[in-house]
């Protein structure tokens, strides 16, 4: 871990695949994780841990399933939103964005359990596969 301060734009500049979180620093036992995304991710549900977003440039949707039914959130850019432990959720970024998650040190990208992984996509990490 950095005893500096580490420049966002620099983080994000050094890395070029989507859905493939880095994580910049740790807080506790929580991971800051930053990521490229465009297009859509999978549907996946955290059974244990809520998952935080922060957008730092674009435009993230989040598709929700709750008990009333679905819904999708729109976070523009500097919007937060907090997806609450054992909600499905599908996140997906139509035109691109930059993200900050914060979860809990070792929390699966793709989440407890998911619908079924492209073969773009690695299934132990949920991470894109570099192509």
Sequence with gaps: MSSEPIPLSQALASFDALWSPRI???VN?????????????????HDDTDEFFL???????????????????????????????GTEHKPYAPSGAAILMFEPTG????????????EHVDSTTGHALST
């Design 24 to 26: 910049v620093t740790r």
């Design 55 to 85: 957008v730092l440039d674009g435009e993230l949707h989040i598709s929700l399933r709750e008990p009333d039914g679905e819904r999708t959130v729109l976070l523009p850019r500097g919007a937060v939103f907090t997806v609450p432990r």
């Design 107 to 118: 929390t699966p990208t793709a989440g407890d359990r998911h619908d079924e992984i492209p």
């Design 29 to 45: 036992n929580y991971d800051v994780r930053i990521a490229k995304v465009e297009g859509e991710h999978i549907w996946h549900v």
